[in-house]
């Protein structure tokens, strides 16, 4: 099973930028799908991005399309999430987590994912 560790979260204001990232050990990620999600106290853990194995586009939330992009580079094991022009309302911790799954929409269900990474705290003040 693949391992996830996520970085890069912190504080930043309204309207500023972030970049996630999500570097993979264990396996390597060719294989996987790979989604962000994110989570905040008392609600469930909902889909922000994902990108399939083969790399074509990714999909988004309608919340954050437009804002967010998310790429992988398999030669170095690891995806990303760049948050653009981010608002409180992106406030959460996100998760990175791979999949196996590869029946259609799978990549936007929490369940087709099998390995999740511990968590970025991001923080967006107003």
């Known amino acids: 099973q693949v391992q996830l560790v996520e970085s890069g979260g912190g504080l930043v204001q309204a309207g500023g930028s972030l970049r996630l990232s999500c570097a993979a050990s264990?396996?390597?990620?060719?294989?996987?799908?790979m989604g962000w999600f994110r989570q905040v106290p008392g609600n469930e853990r909902e889909f922000v991005a994902a990108?399939?194995?083969?790399?074509?586009?990714?999909y988004y939330a309608d919340s954050v399309k437009g804002r967010f992009t998310m790429s992988r580079d398999n030669a170095l094991n690891t995806v990303y999430l760049q948050m653009n022009s981010v608002t409180p309302e992106d406030t959460a911790v996100y998760f990175c987590?791979?999949?196996?799954?590869?029946?259609?929409?799978?990549?936007?269900?929490?369940?087709?994912?099998?390995?999740w990474g511990q968590g970025t705290q991001v923080t967006v003040s107003s």
């Open positions: 264990g396996r390597t990620i060719e294989s996987y799908g």
């Open positions: 990108i399939s194995w083969i790399g074509d586009s990714p």
């Open positions: 987590g791979a999949s196996r799954d590869y029946s259609i929409g799978s990549y936007f269900r929490r369940n087709a994912y099998e390995s």
